[in-house]
């Protein structure tokens, strides 16, 4: 009943940037806190940085601090990882994440964490 797709990802090299979407589509009510985690491979997926419905950025990873930032646009449903001063440590797997209620039939159903299926960053040293 819903998707989020993320896109953007691919290779960049160390000091580059890369812009990460995730749009969310199907039967959505509302979209609550939305956010990016990421994993890299052999790792356990860690939270790199959230926004609140209002546009606010409520968690950022020391990780990340100062180089990644977070925008979405409600009317598209869309959230943005704007990724800067990238570095070989940010090779991972991105996936998106939702807090969303959705419509199911009739039946309104709230899911605290939605996933998008992940978009691969190689950062090249």
């Known amino acids: 009943q819903v998707q989020l797709v993320e896109s953007g990802g691919g290779l960049v090299q160390a000091g580059g940037s890369l812009r990460l979407s995730c749009a969310a589509s199907?039967?959505?009510?509302?979209?609550?806190?939305m956010g990016w985690y990421r994993q890299p491979l052999g790792m356990p997926r860690e939270l790199v940085i959230t926004?609140?419905?209002?546009?606010?950025?409520?968690y950022v990873a020391d990780s990340v601090k100062g180089r990644f930032t977070i925008s979405r646009d409600n009317a598209k449903n869309t959230v943005y990882l704007q990724m800067n001063m990238v570095k070989p440590d940010d090779t991972a797997i991105y996936y998106c994440?939702?807090?969303?209620?959705?419509?199911?039939?009739?039946?309104?159903?709230?899911?605290?964490?939605?996933w998008g299926q992940g978009t691969q960053v190689t950062v090249s040293s």
């Open positions: 994440n939702a807090d969303l209620t959705y419509f199911r039939g009739s039946r309104l159903v709230h899911e605290y964490d939605y």
């Open positions: 199907g039967s959505i009510a509302t979209i609550n806190d």
């Open positions: 926004i609140t419905s209002s546009g606010v950025t409520n």
